[in-house]
């Protein structure tokens, strides 16, 4: 009797990040942040790479822009990593949270330097992960103004969630206005 054959795991450069194994220098309780935060940055640039611009504020239906979700991408996890710092925001970042909504500026180049913005703060995440304390993840942060409860783990664990939602959302944007266009 012979043994049943498997078909050979695929090379690690196709796998979805989480499966390519750990990230050398970051700490074990944040991998999933950044497993994330990379699977995010990989989708989106590739979804992005022959996006028409002026496409970018298109809102069918009334859903969110694909330019929206991708100032608001960067935008973020800007905020979100300040706050895990213990940080409260800077002018530059409230006035980019004010930009987010209003119809962008088109040029040839918008797809591609938002897309960029989005990678650059994505680095500077994986920065910050990989210098952060795992005994300081239980501690207490306050998030905006009002200061509302939670915690570096919660902030970073979220930062993940909400780039995942939002590239998700951004994902079915672009297709749909795509198929209009």
């Keep these: 009797m012979s043994s049943p054959t498997f078909p050979s795991a695929p090379p690690p450069e196709t796998r979805e990040v989480w499966l390519r194994g ?6 074990p309780l944040l991998q999933p942040v950044a497993h994330a935060l990379l699977q995010a940055r990989e989708e989106l640039t590739a979804a992005m790479q022959d996006f028409p611009p002026a496409l970018l ?3 069918p239906g009334g859903v969110a822009s694909v330019g929206f979700h991708l100032q608001h991408l960067a935008g973020v996890l800007d905020r979100i990593f300040t706050y895990a710092r213990g940080e409260a925001l800077l002018e530059n970042q409230l006035a980019a949270l004010a930009a987010e909504n209003p119809p962008l500026a088109i040029e040839a180049d918008t797809v591609q330097k938002l897309v960029q913005r989005f990678s650059a703060q994505v680095d500077r995440a994986l920065t910050q992960l990989c210098g952060t304390e795992e005994a300081t993840l239980p501690e207490a942060r306050g998030v905006g103004r009002a200061q509302l409860p939670s915690t570096v783990i919660g902030l970073l664990m979220h930062a993940a969630e909400h780039t995942t939602r939002h590239l998700g959302q951004l994902l079915v944007t672009a297709k749909w206005v795509r198929s209009d266009a």
């Design 22 to 27: 750990p990230l050398p220098d970051m700490p």
């Design 57 to 59: 504020n298109e809102r």
